[in-house]
């Protein structure tokens, strides 16, 4: 080891001594290793309820088979643990330390999260505690958008009702997120916070009713268009049977009858299939596809023109002609034929494609594929080349 090498170490070692802290080195290492502990234990639970909500999203709910939901808990309910669990993942994932780990997930991962999955989840073969206790609301949507879809010519207070109705649902759906089994009650006229003037009409017996109270004549209009509304949603196992622009997006809310629909619509697009308009489509593709064709052939032959023109240069300055030529092939090309060739007489050298070296490859095989960039130095290329050399002192 020399002197040098022996000073150096020493100088490292001397170094260290003075700017080394062990206890805080110490301290720093404790640190990761418990951040890394509780990100671990986090990523375990946040995969687990991962699976489960995608167990839910795809097995059956619960009931008859003709009339059960094709998933488990409501896809606007599944959206919003998706999102949730993201979210927590990404907090996890960028804590400093354990600590913020486990009192995120504490505060998180809690009873009121467990209350929200029992509401959610429709099916004990998916979650054994699974209730379900908001399915009912979001029917109570479903229906009244399938209503408002089959009756187009509902009436503008009949609308404003329908409205008033949903608005409530989803604020209860809200409210009641984190609810307990035995808090959960059957909705009542009383948990519809703005149907004030409709609310003595439902507490009232049927003799004491004011029949020819607006409100009333409203009630009744909607009373028989209810129930045919129902009974298609659970034909289509939950499902209206349109695109709701509205709707979540794992389903969209697209049932059979939507698909037979697409399929009638592409057969007749199908059964409207015209020749003519195929061949000019065809035609147009091929032309637009020839012009490019033809602009990159231009662009290459303006690179070519340029090396040639300059084959008796310094490579460094030949590769530089060669990416300006394919630049500016468009100018490159009718100066090289039109100006030097055509007006002033002067006709172009051709010694390559791309003449960048000056020799051939022995290998044939070589030869044959890289050829393109070679050529034969005639006489006035090597007087050329002879001139730029710099004369022996």
């Avoid at 399915?135 to 009949?158: C, M, P, V, Y």
């Avoid at 303006?302 to 100018?331: D, E, Q, R, T």
């Avoid at 055509?342 to 070296?357: A, D, N, S, T």
Wanted: with cysteine; net charge positive; charged share 25%.
């Amino acid at each position: 080891m020399s002197f040098v090498d022996t000073l150096y170490k020493r100088f490292i070692g001397y170094v260290d001594k003075i700017t080394r802290d062990p206890k805080a080195e110490a301290e720093e290492r404790k640190r990761q290793k418990e951040l890394k502990d509780a990100q671990n234990n986090a990523s375990k639970i946040l995969a687990t309820e991962k699976s489960l909500l995608q167990k839910a999203q795809n097995t059956q709910g619960p009931g008859r088979p003709e009339e059960a939901m094709r998933y488990s808990i409501f896809p606007e309910d599944a959206k919003d643990i998706h999102t949730f669990l993201d979210n927590a993942t990404t907090t996890v994932n960028a804590a400093e330390t354990g600590e913020d780990v486990n009192d995120f997930m504490k505060d998180n991962f809690n009873e009121n999260y467990d209350n929200y999955k029992i509401n959610c989840i429709t099916n004990t073969a998916v979650y054994p505690k699974a209730v379900g206790a908001r399915a009912g609301l979001w029917f109570i949507i479903r229906g009244i958008k399938q209503l408002k879809h089959d009756n187009e010519d509902l009436s503008t207070d009949e609308l404003s009702l329908l409205n008033l109705i949903t608005d409530d649902v989803k604020k209860i759906l809200d409210d009641t997120k984190y609810k307990k089994v035995g808090e959960w009650e059957p909705i009542t006229v009383k948990d519809l916070k703005n149907l004030e003037s409709y609310k003595k009409i439902l507490t009232t017996s049927q003799d004491k009713i004011d029949k020819s109270s607006k409100e009333y004549k409203i009630i009744q209009s909607l009373g028989p268009k209810i129930y045919p509304s129902i009974i298609k949603l659970l034909k289509n196992h939950g499902e209206v049977d349109f695109i709701d622009k509205e709707g979540d997006s794992f389903t969209g809310n697209v049932t059979e009858a939507t698909e037979k629909q697409k399929a009638v619509k592409e057969d007749k697009t199908l059964d409207n299939f015209n020749l003519g308009s195929l061949v000019l489509k065809t035609l147009s593709y091929m032309f637009t596809v020839l012009f490019f064709l033809l602009i990159f052939f231009i662009l290459t032959l303006g690179s070519s023109f340029a090396v040639n023109l300059n084959v008796h240069k310094p490579l460094p300055y030949k590769i530089f002609y060669l990416i300006y030529g394919f630049l500016f092939g468009l100018v490159v090309v009718p100066y090289s034929l039109f100006y030097r060739w055509y007006w002033l007489k002067k006709k172009p050298e051709y010694y390559g494609f791309i003449p960048l070296i000056p020799r051939f490859f022995i290998n044939p095989t070589v030869q044959f594929l890289l050829g393109w960039l070679t050529y034969k130095p005639n006489p006035t290329i090597i007087k050329l080349e002879e001139w730029r050399q710099p004369n022996p002192v």
